[in-house]
């Protein structure tokens, strides 16, 4: 597997304009994935010993609109509206493979675009083998109780999330959005609805799917705590934030095994590389998200930014948890594994108590005027300021793009 061309691209221009030091894994940073390392190696074994007799595979035309698979869960109204169009008029095709995995009954539509997916069974053969190993993965931290029998609903739509195209316009689904399930239940239902980030944003589903994080819990209190830190209009859903900041080390960490050929030390030079590419992009993603609305990091906090904080920060999305609570724990990647590991059961899973999540609110507020912080925020934003007076279609991307992550393989 190698980049995407936009991952290319994105890689290419932080490599050019590099600003932000990249921070060594510590001892502990290190031992935690070192035990990543062999949890992913050995479910990777696991499927190539069943992947021969585990699953079945059906491929079928899609005609009609009826035709095209859907969830039982969700309505309609569920995907935003110019994504369910899209998905409607371009789907050409359902790839199914269903298979048992661990005692959990899978299957898994890939609801493509394709015009000539019969000619590239191979690649979508390759998609499942990383679901299979996923889903071999996460079974180490995840709840028993959680999607005992699972539906995943892929859709490959060419659609990107991007900035609105007028600043009168608010960051929505459309615009920051991949997916949507329910938190732990026996039988469920992932839907993804974009090909961009796709392997990612299903791991982001799963924290929520089988229980890893927080989201059935009562988190007023620290709800209040963070909302007296960013005092804005939103309703910050911290356990996003938390979902969120483990996908993308967890996504960096499963690139990294997919181009180590088996080779630790190897794994672990390709994960420090992706790791310091997220956290980098991470600040330029929060400084884009706020410039679209006119505002910098520190109008989130100042008190003397209070008309500005009021007037201007608009979301009916995530964006506080996805692009900045996030990157307050992504710029301290080590103090976040170390904080997991030391609070939560086991690694991923969190604790399920109301200290665990005080205990969370306080590390961020611990984090979010950390030095590092402040001068990795500094230095996208000028960064960002810089890019959009450029031209060009490259530049175009760069500048609109809402993606969360910047290394993927395709």
């Keep these: ?39 992913l190696y050995a479910a990777h074994q696991y499927v ?7 699953k079945n595979v059906s491929i079928r035309k899609i005609s009609t609109v009826h035709e095209i698979p859907r969830p039982s869960q969700f309505n309609a109204d ?40 019969e000619s590239h069974m191979s690649r979508y053969d390759n998609y499942i083998e990383s679901i299979m190993i996923w889903l071999h993965f996460i079974e180490n931290y995840s709840s028993n109780q959680c999607a005992k029998k699972m539906t995943i609903f892929l859709y490959f739509t060419s659609l990107k999330k991007g900035l609105p195209t007028s600043n009168i316009d608010v960051l929505d689904q459309e615009h920051v959005n991949t997916a949507f399930t329910y938190t732990c239940p026996v039988v469920s239902e992932i839907v993804v609805f974009r090909h961009e980030e796709w392997l990612k944003v299903l791991m982001h589903e799963l924290f929520h799917n089988l229980g890893l994080d927080f989201s059935s819990m009562n988190t007023s209190e620290c709800t209040k705590k963070i909302l007296t830190i960013f005092p804005v209009d939103s309703q910050v859903n911290l356990y996003e934030a938390y979902a969120e900041c483990w996908a993308e080390i ?14 630790e030390n190897v794994f672990l030079e390709n994960l420090y590389f992706f790791v310091s590419f997220e956290r980098t992009y991470s600040f330029f993603q929060l400084a884009k998200a706020l410039a679209f609305m006119g505002l910098t990091y520190k109008d989130l906090y100042l008190p003397s930014s209070h008309i ?102 395709g």
């Design 1 to 39: 597997m190698k980049p995407t061309k936009d991952s290319k691209t994105l890689m290419e221009f932080f490599l050019k304009n590099k600003c932000i030091d990249a921070v060594p894994f510590t001892i502990k940073s290190k031992k935690i994935m070192k035990k990543i390392y062999l949890d």
């Design 48 to 54: 190539e010993s069943k992947k021969t007799t585990v």
């Design 78 to 117: 569920s995907f935003p509206e110019a994504i369910r169009e899209h998905i409607d008029t371009h789907s050409q095709y359902d790839i199914c493979y269903t298979f048992s995995l661990l005692q959990r009954e899978v299957k898994v539509h890939f609801i493509v675009e394709d015009m000539d997916a």
């Design 250 to 263: 967890l996504h960096a960490a499963f690139c990294s095994y997919v181009s180590c050929k088996g080779d």
């Design 308 to 409: 500005e904080r009021k007037t201007l920060y608009k979301e009916n999305s995530n964006v506080l948890a996805y692009y900045v609570i996030k990157t307050i724990l992504l710029n301290n990647f080590n103090g976040f594994l170390d904080w997991c590991s030391k609070n939560n059961f086991l690694l991923l899973q969190f604790k399920k108590t109301t200290g665990n999540i005080e205990q969370f609110c306080l590390f961020i507020e611990q984090n979010y005027k950390k030095k590092s912080m402040l001068q990795g925020v500094k230095c996208m934003e000028d960064l960002y300021y810089t890019v959009e007076k450029r031209s060009g279609k490259k530049n175009a991307f760069i500048w609109n793009n809402m993606r969360m992550t910047i290394c993927e393989m």
